[in-house]
């Protein structure tokens, strides 16, 4: 299973941007719980978003809940992270997570994720 996370760059505060990650592999994409993480420079990767498998329960980090909003494409194997009101406290590298099933009340945790894209760095300037 591979992950392919693209759509990061450069934007103003305030502005928005959409990352994808792409999934491939001998999968079904249906059945996998997707998660976005988040790593700022000296700090530790940090939970953004999650979606279950049926897209029906998206879960958010409080910090970027009513600005960002997770989706997904069955049909195309990708998941989106929709970017609204970018902060520059948004910055970061951005990697999308995988589990091929349901991870419970641990979606939050980077550890119960099996598959990791290459992450994608976005720059939110003041």
């Known amino acids: 299973v591979q992950l392919q996370a693209s759509g990061g760059g450069l934007v103003q505060a305030g502005g928005s941007l959409r990352l994808s990650c792409a999934v491939s592999g001998r999968l079904f994409f249906s059945k996998y719980t997707m998660a976005w993480f988040r790593q700022a420079p000296g700090k530790e990767r940090e939970f953004v978003a999650a979606?279950?498998?049926?897209?029906?329960?998206?879960f958010y980090a409080d910090s970027v809940k009513g600005r960002f909003t997770i989706s997904r494409d069955n049909a195309k194997n990708t998941v989106y992270l929709q970017m609204n009101n970018v902060e520059p406290e948004d910055t970061a590298v951005y990697y999308c997570?995988?589990?091929?099933?349901?991870?419970?009340?641990?979606?939050?945790?980077?550890?119960?994720?099996?598959?990791w894209g290459q992450g994608t760095q976005v720059t939110v300037s003041s």
């Open positions: 979606i279950t498998w049926g897209g029906g329960t998206t």
């Open positions: 997570a995988a589990d091929p099933g349901s991870v419970g009340n641990y979606y939050a945790s980077a550890r119960v994720y099996n598959y």
